[in-house]
DNA sequence: GCCGATTTGTCCGTATGTATC
DNA sequence: CGATACATACGGACAAATCGG
């Protein structure tokens, strides 16, 4: 839990933001006139300000102010955010979440898998795959990899709750960056089977590598989505020329 | 063209890292070493360093220092990066662009634009339909609206060309910030008559408004990919705790 | 157009806290 | 325990963009 100065203005903000205490396009106070208000140096707002920034919810402007740009979005479907278990995401969409282990097993990589996963070939892994339901629909079909020496003591019974949970509090992994590319994709043999999929013949994919606070990849994920049910959001901010 | 010193550290370390300098999994030099490589304060390096990490080059470990956990990624599918052209992604994805106007068109915003693309009612677009071309293939289909106000004078000739820069060198318009959802929808008509779909029923769709630093929208754009040539990338990073 | 006040952008030097080894 | 490394925070300086008089 950061205590940091930071990161109460950042919250602070935040909520003002969303609550519309600051109009859509309003100008917010100037960052001097927070450091007054918060009792904290200018280098202090202006973190604050950069996360935010990076969120989409405010957009600086050299000379002029800040502006907020948040608008909040429509929630019909199951939005994908930052990093987090399936019972965040749930709770966040305001969703009741149930989860059926499908399959619990212990494998090596070969590889196949290594090409897929990450993981070098020879490494000990879980597999686990995992049927996702929100307010009792099926939705997301989940294949995870674990990597046994980090997460040693497994069952489906904890895959069955919260892997999460048990891999930040009892096996002490600080969960830290993980890269995500997103693809359409046929639907599969085991996604009919388990996904009432009307008439899609393509799932939304995520696959995943997550690493810990020591650079250590954990886990790999392939996340499949019901196409109704799926919205990815993101932010992108222009690098005033940039191009490497 | 940003000639900020952290920008230069960034794109050094960038390539360094890029092109394998630093090997992956690699421990960096610590900040202070760059302190005295770059001559410059901690801060600067720090601003550099962060920005690498937003983008999962690295990750900074407490106490012990700063890793390289870059891994370059499979380059057979059309990625997706940060705000861009079509000019842009096609040079970044090494295909040769080609870009056909089906249709281009002054309109009014109604109440279900204003909903789509967040435009309010009343407001007077330019509306282009437009088939993208990788390679000689039709993969993408793009819908645009742009703020007549904003980008007066817009033509075919230039929607075949290139917007982007008709916006940023003729308009003055800098371009800022972008949000965009990413969904997956049934084909429709028209994909189906400009794109060669194999057996997919389904589109990759970005949906996303752009903002110029003034906080305006000026932009509303539905891209529609082919899904075997779709690729999204991201890096997400744990708020410790986050949580709003 | 100029000037000064305001506001954000970049950078520096320093101090202190905390985690690792 | 001490040395090293990253994390947070402060205060100050100057540059660049904007705006009003």
Redesign the pocket.
């Known amino acids: 839990m950061?205590k940091?100065?930071?990161?109460?203005i950042y919250k602070d903000l935040k909520e003002k933001i969303e609550t519309e205490f600051y109009a859509y396009q309003q100008m917010?106070?100037?960052?001097?006139?927070f450091v007054k208000e918060y009792?904290?140096?200018?280098?202090?707002v202006?973190?604050a300000?950069a996360e935010l920034t990076a969120e989409g919810y405010v957009q600086?402007?050299?000379?002029?102010?800040?502006r907020n740009i948040f608008q909040p979005v429509e929630q019909t479907a199951f939005t994908v955010g930052g990093i987090e278990s399936f019972k965040e995401s749930a709770a966040r969409n305001k969703k009741t979440p149930f989860t059926r282990v499908l399959q619990f097993a212990e494998v090596t990589a070969d590889e196949k898998i290594e090409r897929r996963t990450g993981f070098k070939s020879g490494t000990e892994l879980y597999y686990i795959q995992r049927l996702r339901s929100l307010d009792g629909k099926p939705l997301i079909l989940d294949h995870n990899y674990f990597l046994k020496e980090l997460t040693e003591g497994l069952t489906p019974e904890i895959a069955a709750s919260s892997v999460y949970e048990y891999l930040e509090n009892v096996c002490g992994i600080t969960i830290s960056t993980s890269k995500r590319t997103l693809t359409v994709e046929h639907v599969t043999q085991v996604d009919e089977t388990y996904i009432d999929l009307k008439d899609y013949n393509c799932m939304a994919v995520i696959s995943s590598q997550t690493f810990d606070?020591n650079g250590i990849q954990f886990e790999y994920t392939q996340s499949r989505h019901r196409p109704d049910y799926f919205l990815f959001q993101d932010v992108a901010t222009r690098n005033h020329r940039s191009g490497t």
Chains 1, 2 share one sequence.
């Open positions: 950061p940091a100065k930071y990161d109460h917010l106070p100037s960052e001097n006139a009792g904290c140096s200018r280098n202090t202006r973190r300000l600086p402007m050299h000379g002029k102010g800040v606070d």
